[in-house]
């Protein structure tokens, strides 16, 4: 199993960035496909970013559309989102998961990961 903990989230005006880190401890964390997700109240939870064991490849939902970068950290077994140019609508619970079980070098586009954080909360004002 894996442990995961997500922080860096906040209070941010439009325009302003956010840095999310999510630090994972249990088993290898290169066994592990990762991705970011979020739920706004009152709607469905949906994918963000994901990136693959390798941290070589990644795939965005086209609402982040050059804004938000996912990399990941194999030595300190941590994945991050920085979340720039942010809009009111990016207000959410963001959500790390991992997956055991991806080939090396392909991120998982699916919102059935096995391991999930408690979310951290960022909120962008207008």
């Known amino acids: 199993q894996v442990q995961l903990v997500e922080s860096g989230g906040g209070l941010v005006q439009a325009g302003g960035s956010l840095r999310l880190s999510c630090a994972a401890s249990?088993?290898?964390?290169?066994?592990?496909?990762m991705g970011w997700f979020r739920q706004a109240p009152g709607k469905e939870r949906e994918i963000v970013a994901t990136?693959?064991?390798?941290?070589?490849?990644?795939r965005y939902a086209d609402f982040v559309k050059g804004r938000f970068t996912i990399s990941r950290d194999n030595t300190k077994n941590t994945v991050y989102l920085q979340l720039n140019t942010l809009k009111p609508e990016d207000t959410a619970v963001y959500y790390c998961?991992?997956?055991?079980?991806?080939?090396?070098?392909?991120?998982?586009?699916?919102?059935?990961?096995?391991?999930w954080g408690q979310g951290t909360q960022a909120t962008v004002s207008s």
């Open positions: 998961a991992a997956e055991l079980g991806a080939t090396w070098d392909r991120p998982l586009w699916t919102l059935d990961y096995d391991y």
């Open positions: 249990g088993r290898t964390f290169t066994s592990y496909a």
């Open positions: 990136i693959s064991r390798s941290g070589g490849s990644t």
